[in-house]
Nanobody, 118 residues
């Protein structure tokens, strides 16, 4: 199993940047694909970005492509989400998740709030 703890959320003006971090427990972090999801009030949780075991492949939702960058540091058991050019529509609770490759995301953090003011 892996336990995940997100940090780095906060209040930022539109056009600003934030960097989210997700620290994972355990010694098998490099065995998990990692992802970021978000859930805005009154909406369903949606996929934001995903990164493979080595960090060599990344995938993004169309809504964040070109603005957000997912990365990982396996030596630090940490995955990051660099968010630039933030928009009010990016306001949500952001979750980090882990998945054994080719399976669904089974492990979730508690989330970190991102609020973008206009």
């Amino acid at each position: 199993q892996v336990q995940l703890v997100e940090s780095g959320g906060g209040l930022v003006q539109a056009g600003g940047s934030l960097r989210l971090s997700c620290a994972a427990s355990g010694r098998t972090f490099s065995s998990y694909s990692m992802g970021w999801f978000r859930q805005a009030p009154g909406k369903e949780r949606e996929f934001v970005a995903r990164i493979n075991l080595t960090g060599g492949r990344t995938y993004y939702a169309d809504s964040v492509k070109g603005r957000f960058t997912i990365s990982r540091d396996n030596a630090k058991n940490t995955v990051y989400l660099q968010m630039n050019s933030l928009k009010p529509d990016d306001t949500a609770l952001y979750y980090c998740a882990a998945a054994v490759p080719t399976t669904a995301f089974d492990y979730w953090g508690q989330g970190t709030q991102v609020t973008v003011s206009s």
